[in-house]
């Protein structure tokens, strides 16, 4: 199960592959923000923060990001 704090459902610490398990919407932010590590195999062992400094990518913007995509209302 994740782990949530202070309001954020999704914070860096987390597992890249839980965090598209369990969200499946935030597969589209992570290919936005450059990251095609959603389908790799080793996105298992990774933390988001890890990822985001191998790809090169900002991590408070794609954590709001995330956070916004699963907050979103559904029809």
Not at 1 to 8: H, L, V
Not at 37 to 52: D, M, N, Q, V
């Amino acid at each position: 199960m994740i782990a949530r704090s202070r309001g954020q459902k999704i914070m860096a610490e987390m597992n890249i592959n839980e965090v598209v398990t369990e969200y499946p919407q935030t597969i589209r932010v992570f290919f936005r923000h450059g990251m095609q590590c959603t389908g790799c195999y080793i996105c298992g062992f990774h933390s988001i923060a890890e990822s985001a400094k191998q790809w090169g990518v900002e991590l408070e913007p794609l954590l709001k990001d995330l956070n916004d995509v699963i907050a979103e209302k559904g029809p």
